[in-house]
């Protein structure tokens, strides 16, 4: 090297296979001051000083050198043989005569630039075979001779050592900067050069950034990181346009979404399923591309006009005048970006493919098929192969809305009908400057026994009625308090985690802060835990009362270290939750909690604006005999006004009057203000929005609109689990708990039967026995059955009349067993889809017992007045003694007056023998029963 001519940098860098910047520090080490640039000329004395410091990594950079030489003649034996079936010499015949240098491969040189489909793992192959295609369309035009003849020029050098026929114009970058430096030495050449290689320099950047680059790159990568040039990855900027078309596509895909929704039924016709939609939509924006691309039939998609359009460009760029270096870098830029096109492309199928149908339970056939885009016909014939015969506007049910929307890989969020109809109602956000601080709503939460109700009464025995003649005069479901500072708080009155979990059931969130209060002497509990679950699963901020402080053996320390573990972390463990040492006895640290509510609530900056239509909350109801509905609501946003029409769930009302909890009447209720509230149609429930719209009209609309709703949902919802539809409701993953109430005539049963039926538990479905009691199946039974989805297993007990009612209006499945063993069968063969009750028991009738005739030979002969349905004269009776069965048997005789008779209506009298059962009393009642075997359905095996 000694007598040689100065190398570059970057060069020699590669040459010793290390970073430039070693290549610096050894030469600055060595007295030779060298600025780490690419170019910078490294003269022969300090290549023999890089010589005797890197030789061996010159060794690593030669077998380097050679193993990608070996990659390269693998590659274009792989190369030549693949691009058989694609040849553009059709196309090129002229060109391919003037470029002897690289005619050996003409359909490789330009498949890439014509052909942009082939798959990505191609494309990198390709990477560097393209390069030769700018070289050949640079010699068909004849006027860019200077940029052909360079190729041209070096042709033969290379042709000497190089193997390859593409030998990439890089080389006449890359290596040639090598190559020519040997016997070239013209220098307007090398300014030249060093453009390009400045160029081929953030090129190279690019390739690092390519991943999808092939080994040759790769090996780029790596040269390019030995010349160390991240300093200059400013092309990284590239990615951003990316980013910025993908967004582009993505509003145009809304765009076209939205259209497609409202072209829906032109289009439906051809768009069977939503796949197909996709796809269609996919050729609509990129047209033969990616159809190509998809089956891969290249050749078939390459047409003349294509290749013209193509040489154009190619041409036009030339023309433009950018090096060889920037056109590659432009050329990966635009491979990049279509790459991501690419897969931005699939993350859009994808979703669509995923696509989410927002429905209402219920909806008719004909509005599931628009939601779908397909006709009605389809709907209803993709019924008929799920076996259901329906019509086109005939009403669906959650499951076969999602059975049907599945067919078309569609999956289904049902969203509640009332909300629906009052976001087409609601009016518009309000405008931030009309927004104003109101008081925070507060429920106390917390452990059995933890002093929520003390907590309670204390706040309002103490910060309730100053100012307020008499207190709390009348319960309103929540009253205000006024901290020292003179900031209100509202507080729910009721403690407990029932009222707060019952209203969020029904959706409805009341409360802004949950007030946890612990006993300082004993632990974070069972209840604790829950009602932080329930806190954080409502988005509810926690403020914790550490309650008893008064007490021995408080201990706070112990209680803020345990809520730590469950996630609440109080301020002075490094959390954000607040927290405040109390006595609800002593009243100790009282103000200071209800400070940090009100910190708390500031940060949470609470805000509603008063001057705009009422929104509240039902937080009870009952009916008065004196002023008929009277609930308790909490206004939230807006003024509520004494006049108003309202909507409370599905029941209208007007405003008639108000009251606060004082007792006082009210002529406005601005934001955080419970009220009493007078003037309902009929009874909302708790939980129920309120709302004012615009009218009365609206009003009686919206009322009407969601009674309709909600009858045609109780006629049709099977609202709650039956043990016929549990394996059903099983296999549709909506049950994995099967919930039961065990009710039975002594504590023993109900032992030996929950122990039974517990044991049925299976994999898929755990027996839960959330309730058991002795006795008869009462009302608060079903109720329980009803808010937690259970059944109710009655053991030689009957359900009074009104749970018997109100059991049929809230569908909850009542099961009456006289032998233990029979319950857990039933249970068990529901548990395992093979409940086929074959044997149906109904009743048919109930009689009162009013009198007892004890007849001797005859036995004892009740005079009965039948009360329900009918007795009839063959069906089996049984006794019923305080809601328990005491006897089961048959009727000897049934006599209206002396007269046998087959059966007697309700509203009748009439005397009963029961056969072998004389132990008849004042006050027993008969159930007779029939019992009808049914054919078990198909239907119900499924
Ligand atoms: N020493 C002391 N006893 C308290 C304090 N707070 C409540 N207690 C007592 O703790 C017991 C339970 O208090 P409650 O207020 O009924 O507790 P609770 O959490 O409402 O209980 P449930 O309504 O059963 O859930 C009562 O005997 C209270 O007198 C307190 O700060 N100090």
Same mark, same amino acid.
């Given at each position: 090297m000694?007598?040689q001519?100065?190398?570059?940098?970057?060069?020699?860098?590669?040459?010793?296979?290390?970073?430039?910047?070693?290549?610096v520090?050894t030469?600055?080490?060595?007295?030779?001051?060298?600025?780490?640039?690419?170019?910078?000329?490294?003269?022969?004395?300090?290549?023999?000083?890089?010589?005797?410091?890197?030789?061996?990594?010159?060794?690593?950079?030669?077998?380097h050198?050679?193993?990608?030489?070996?990659y390269e003649?693998?590659r274009?034996q792989?190369?030549?043989?693949?691009?058989?079936?694609?040849?553009?010499?059709?196309?090129?015949?002229?060109?391919?005569?003037?470029?002897?240098?690289?005619d050996?491969?003409p359909?490789?040189?330009?498949?890439?630039?014509?052909e942009?489909?082939?798959?990505?793992?191609?494309?990198?192959?390709?990477?560097?075979?393209?390069?030769?295609?700018?070289?050949?369309?640079? #010699?068909?035009?004849?006027?860019?001779?200077?940029?052909?003849e360079?190729?041209?020029?070096?042709?033969?050098?290379?042709?000497?050592?190089?193997?390859?026929?593409?030998?990439?114009?890089?080389?006449?970058?890359?290596?040639?900067?090598e190559?020519?430096?040997?016997?070239?030495?013209a220098?307007?050449?090398?300014?030249?050069?060093?453009?390009?290689?400045?160029?081929?320099?953030?090129?190279?950047?690019?390739?690092?950034?390519d991943?999808?680059?092939?080994?040759?790159?790769s090996?780029?990568d790596?040269?390019?990181?030995?010349?160390?040039?991240?300093?200059?990855?400013?092309?990284?900027?590239?990615?951003?346009?990316?980013?910025?078309?993908?967004?582009?596509?993505?509003?145009?895909?809304?765009?076209?979404?939205?259209?497609?929704?409202v072209?829906?039924d032109?289009?439906?016709?051809?768009?069977?399923?939503?796949?197909?939609?996709?796809?269609?939509?996919s050729?609509?924006?990129?047209?033969?591309?990616?159809?190509?691309?998809k089956?891969?039939?290249?050749?078939?998609r390459?047409?003349?006009?294509d290749?013209?359009? #193509?040489?154009?460009e190619?041409?036009q760029?030339?023309?433009?005048?950018?090096?060889?270096?920037?056109?590659?870098q432009?050329?990966?830029?635009?491979?990049?970006?279509?790459?991501?096109?690419?897969?931005?492309?699939?993350?859009?199928?994808?979703?669509?493919?995923?696509?989410?149908?927002?429905?209402?339970?219920?909806?008719?056939?004909?509005?599931?098929?628009?939601?779908?885009?397909?006709?009605?016909?389809?709907?209803?014939?993709?019924?008929?192969?799920?076996?259901?015969?329906?019509s086109?506007?005939?009403?669906?049910?959650?499951?076969?809305?999602?059975?049907?929307?599945?067919?078309?890989n569609?999956?289904?969020?049902?969203?509640?009908?009332?909300?629906?109809?009052?976001?087409e109602?609601?009016?518009?956000?309000?405008?931030?400057?009309?927004?104003?601080?109101?008081?925070?709503?507060?429920?106390?939460?917390?452990?059995?026994?933890?002093?929520?109700?003390?907590?309670?009464?204390?706040?309002?025995?103490?910060?309730?009625?100053?100012?307020?003649?008499g207190?709390?005069?009348?319960?309103v479901?929540?009253?205000?308090?006024?901290?020292?500072?003179?900031?209100?708080?509202?507080?729910?009155d009721t403690?407990?985690?029932?009222?707060?979990?019952?209203?969020?059931?029904?959706?409805?969130?009341?409360?802004?802060?949950?007030?946890?209060?612990?006993?300082?002497?004993d632990?974070?509990?069972?209840?604790?835990?829950?009602?932080i679950?329930?806190?954080?699963?409502?988005?509810?901020?926690?403020?914790?009362?550490?309650? #008893?402080?008064?007490?021995?053996?408080a201990?706070?320390d112990?209680?803020?270290?345990?809520?730590?573990?469950?996630?609440?972390?109080v301020?002075?463990?490094?959390?954000?939750?607040?927290?405040?040492?109390v006595?609800?006895?002593?009243?100790?640290?009282?103000?200071?909690?209800?400070d940090?509510?009100l910190?708390?609530?500031?940060?949470?900056?609470?805000?509603?604006n008063?001057?705009?239509?009422?929104?509240?909350?039902?937080?009870e109801?009952?009916?008065?005999?004196?002023?008929?509905?009277?609930?308790?609501?909490?206004?939230?946003?807006?003024?509520?006004?004494?006049?108003?029409?309202?909507?409370?769930?599905?029941?209208?009302?007007?405003?008639?009057?108000?009251?606060?909890?004082?007792?006082?009447?009210?002529?406005?209720?601005?934001?955080s203000?419970?009220?009493q509230?007078t003037?309902f149609?009929?009874?909302?429930?708790?939980?129920?929005?309120?709302?004012?719209?615009?009218d009365?009209?609206?009003?009686?609309?919206?009322?009407?609109?969601?009674?309709?709703?909600?009858?045609?949902?109780?006629?049709?919802?099977?609202?709650?689990?039956?043990?016929?539809?549990?394996?059903?409701?099983m296999?549709?993953?909506?049950?994995?708990?099967?919930?039961?109430?065990?009710?039975?005539?002594?504590?023993?049963?109900?032992?030996?039967?929950s122990?039974?039926?517990?044991?049925?538990?299976t994999?898929?479905?755990?027996?839960?026995i959330?309730?058991?009691?002795?006795?008869?199946?009462?009302?608060?039974?079903?109720?329980?059955?009803?808010?937690?989805?259970?059944?109710?297993i009655?053991?030689?007990?009957?359900?009074?009349?009104?749970?018997?009612?109100?059991?049929?209006?809230?569908?909850?499945?009542?099961?009456?067993?006289?032998?233990i063993?029979?319950?857990?069968?039933?249970?068990?063969?529901?548990l395992?889809?093979?409940?086929?009750?074959?044997?149906?028991?109904?009743?048919k009738?109930?009689?009162?017992?009013?009198?007892?005739?004890?007849?001797?030979?005859?036995?004892?002969?009740?005079?009965c007045?039948?009360?329900?349905?009918?007795?009839?004269?063959?069906?089996?009776?049984?006794?019923?003694r305080?809601?328990?069965?005491?006897?089961?048997?048959?009727?000897?005789?049934?006599?209206?007056? #002396?007269?046998?008779?087959?059966?007697?209506?309700?509203?009748?009298?009439?005397?009963?023998?029961?056969?072998?059962f004389?132990?008849?009393?004042?006050?027993?009642?008969f159930?007779?029963?029939?019992?009808?075997?049914?054919?078990?359905?198909?239907?119900?095996?499924?």
């Open positions: 000694t007598d001519k100065p190398k570059k940098l970057f060069k020699v860098a590669s040459e010793f296979n290390v970073a430039t910047q070693s290549i520090d030469l600055s080490d060595n007295g030779f001051d060298v600025a780490n640039r690419p170019n910078s000329k490294i003269t022969s004395e300090m290549y023999d000083v890089l010589e005797g410091v890197y030789g061996d990594d010159k060794e690593k950079s030669m077998e050198e050679r193993a990608r030489e070996e003649s693998r274009n792989i190369m030549s043989s693949r691009n058989e079936s694609v040849t553009i010499d059709t196309f090129l015949e002229p060109i391919d005569e003037d470029l002897e240098p690289v050996e491969e359909e490789d040189v330009l498949s890439p630039e014509l942009p489909i082939e798959e990505p793992e191609e494309e990198a192959e390709k990477a560097e075979v393209e390069e030769p295609e700018e070289a050949p369309e640079t #010699k068909k035009t004849a006027a860019e001779e200077e940029v052909a360079t190729p041209q020029k070096e042709e033969p050098e290379e042709a000497v050592s190089e193997k390859e026929t593409e030998t990439e114009v890089e080389d006449t970058e890359d290596e040639d900067a190559e020519h430096e040997a016997g070239d030495e220098e307007e050449l090398d300014e030249e050069e060093e453009e390009d290689e400045e160029d081929e320099a953030e090129d190279e950047e690019d390739e690092v950034e991943e999808t680059e092939d080994e040759v790159d090996e780029e790596e040269e390019s990181i030995i010349r160390g040039r991240a300093g200059k990855l400013s092309g990284t900027k590239v990615l951003g346009k990316v980013e910025f078309s993908r967004e582009n596509r993505k509003k145009r895909k809304t765009r076209k979404r939205k259209k497609d929704r072209e829906a032109d289009e439906s016709a051809g768009a069977k399923k939503p796949k197909a939609k996709a796809s269609d939509k050729k609509d924006k990129k047209p033969s591309k990616k159809a190509g691309k089956k891969g039939k290249r050749s078939s390459v047409d003349e006009e290749v013209e359009k #193509k040489m154009r190619t041409m760029k030339m023309q433009s005048g950018g090096t060889v270096g920037s056109k590659r432009k050329r990966r830029r635009q491979r990049k970006e279509e790459r991501e096109e690419e897969l931005a492309m699939q993350q859009e199928m994808e979703e669509l493919e995923n696509e989410v149908l927002e429905v209402t339970e219920f909806i008719t056939v004909s509005d599931l098929a628009d939601l779908l885009d397909v006709k009605p016909t389809d709907v209803i014939t993709t019924c008929m192969s799920l076996g259901m015969m329906v086109i506007n005939q009403r669906l049910d959650a499951s076969t809305i999602e059975l049907v929307a599945e067919e078309y569609y999956e289904v969020n049902f969203v509640d009908a009332e909300e629906i109809i009052e976001d109602i609601e009016m518009e956000e309000d405008d931030p400057e009309d927004l104003e601080p109101r008081a925070p709503i507060i429920t106390v939460m917390g452990h059995v026994d933890h002093g929520k109700t003390s907590l309670l009464d204390y706040i309002r025995k103490t910060k309730v009625a100053a100012g307020e003649a207190g709390i005069t009348q319960h479901g929540a009253y205000e308090v006024k901290t020292e500072s003179g900031k209100p708080i509202t507080f729910l403690p407990g985690h029932e009222a707060f979990t019952a209203m969020r059931s029904r959706g409805a969130q009341a409360t802004d802060i949950v007030i946890l209060v612990i006993a300082a002497d632990s974070v509990m069972p209840q604790t835990i829950e009602a679950n329930h806190a954080k699963a409502a988005g509810v901020s926690i403020v914790v009362a550490i309650n #008893k402080m008064d007490k021995e053996g201990n706070p112990k209680i803020k270290q345990q809520l730590s573990e469950h996630g609440v972390i301020e002075e463990y490094g959390g954000e939750a607040q927290s405040a040492e006595s609800a006895h002593t009243g100790q640290g009282i103000d200071e909690l209800l940090k509510v910190i708390e609530a500031e940060l949470m900056e609470l805000q509603a008063p001057n705009r239509l009422a929104q509240g909350i039902v937080l109801s009952r009916v008065d005999k004196g002023k008929g509905t009277v609930a308790n609501v909490l206004v939230q946003n807006g003024t509520l006004e004494v006049g108003d029409p309202f909507v409370a769930g599905s029941v209208f009302g007007r405003v008639r009057a108000m009251e606060n909890e004082h007792g006082q009447r009210l002529k406005k209720a601005g934001p203000t419970p009220v509230l003037g149609d009929n009874s909302p429930q708790a939980g129920d929005r309120l709302i004012v719209p615009k009365e009209k609206t009003a009686k609309d919206i009322a009407n609109q969601r009674q309709q709703i909600r009858r045609e949902q109780s006629l049709r919802r099977v609202k709650h689990l039956t043990l016929d539809d549990l394996s059903r409701r296999a549709l993953g909506e049950v994995s708990e099967l919930n039961i109430i065990i009710k039975a005539d002594v504590d023993g049963s109900i032992e030996a039967l122990g039974a039926l517990q044991k049925l538990s994999e898929e479905v755990s027996v839960n959330i309730h058991t009691g002795s006795g008869a199946i009462t009302e608060s039974d079903v109720l329980l059955a009803s808010a937690s989805d259970a059944i109710i009655g053991f030689q007990v009957r359900p009074t009349s009104n749970a018997r009612k109100l059991a049929e209006a809230e569908s909850i499945d009542i099961r009456l067993f006289s032998v063993y029979d319950a857990v069968d039933e249970v068990h063969d529901a395992e889809g093979l409940l086929s009750p074959e044997i149906k028991e109904e009743m009738g109930m009689a009162t017992v009013r009198e007892v005739f004890k007849i001797s030979k005859v036995g004892t002969i009740a005079g007045y039948v009360t329900e349905g009918k007795v009839s004269r063959n069906n089996p009776i049984r006794v019923i305080d809601g328990v069965v005491i006897y089961d048997g048959e009727i000897d005789s049934l006599k209206r007056f #002396k007269e046998d008779v087959k059966e007697v209506q309700s509203g009748y009298e009439c005397g009963i023998s029961i056969v072998n004389n132990d008849i009393k004042v006050g027993d009642e159930e007779s029963y029939a019992v009808t075997e049914e054919k078990r359905k198909l239907e119900d095996a499924r």
